[in-house]
Antibody, heavy 120, light 107 residues
Framework: QVQLQESGPGLVKPSETLSLTCTVS??????????WSWIRQPPGKGLEWIGY???????NYNPSFKSRVTISVDTSKNQFSLNLSSVTAADTAVYYC????????????WGQGTLVTVSS | DIQMTQSPSSLSASVGDRVTITCRAS??????LTWYQQKPGKAPKLLIY???TLQSGVPSRFSGSGSGTDFTLTISSLQPEDFATYYC?????????FGQGTKVEIK
């Protein structure tokens, strides 16, 4: 059974960088069939796609984040990570990592989500 | 970006009712449409992908249809565990985008 688990600080100060890691178990980030995604959900609101990474390191980001976002993968640790720089209160959200099937058939496994609050 | 619009935003229904949720894309997305169910405090759960393919383990009372710009999620007989928020998502092009959600509440 594939499992994903987000980890990282729950509180980040404005203008700093939000950093989260997703650890995958029961499967491999090196599998060629999947993209590894980050999706967020502000409190009480809908879902927003941040981007994804392929095991080779190829990435695809939501342009709405401009140059603030970086997703990386560490195949040796079976993890992938999200960095979001210059955060503001608008970045307060539950952040989910998920496994996307080929970038076309939806995310079939998700982490439980982690709430990140941006506040001084 | 492709805009996804769901309707209605919320609905009230009773156990046993047939429920239909619509999702419209701002341009053709072929059949690259996924439906998710989300319960409070939980991650979304994949129900249907490629517009009409039922995800393994999902009850057969859920079905999806459509292609191009107009899509439908149908719950044939609403069960107590189906009260949740439903989202559509297009994966035809990046950035992937979601509908705003449809909350299904108990009447």
């Amino acid at each position: 059974q594939v499992q994903l688990q987000e980890s990282g600080p729950g509180l980040v100060k404005p203008s700093e960088t939000l950093s989260l890691t997703c650890t995958v178990s029961g499967g491999s980030v090196s599998s060629g069939s999947y993209y590894w995604s980050w999706i967020r959900q502000p409190p009480g609101k809908g879902l927003e796609w941040i981007g994804y990474i392929y095991y080779s390191g190829t990435t695809n980001y939501n342009p709405s984040f401009k140059s603030r976002v970086t997703i990386s993968v560490d195949t040796s640790k079976n993890q992938f990570s999200l960095n979001l720089s210059s955060v503001t209160a608008a970045d307060t959200a539950v952040y989910y990592c998920a496994r996307d099937r080929s970038g076309t058939y939806g995310c079939d496994y998700w982490g439980q989500g982690t709430l990140v609050t941006v506040s001084s | 970006d492709i805009q996804m619009t769901q309707s209605p935003s919320s609905l009230s229904a009773s156990v046993g009712d047939r429920v239909t949720i619509t999702c419209r894309a701002s341009q053709s997305i072929s059949s690259y449409l996924t439906w998710y169910q989300q319960k409070p405090g939980k991650a979304p759960k994949l129900l249907i992908y490629f517009a009409s393919t039922l995800q393994s383990g999902v009850p057969s009372r859920f079905s999806g249809s459509g292609s191009g710009t107009d899509f439908t999620l149908t719950i044939s007989s609403l069960q107590p565990e189906d009260f949740a928020t439903y989202y559509c998502q297009q994966s035809y092009s990046t950035p992937q985008t979601f509908g705003q959600g449809t909350k299904v509440e108990i009447k």
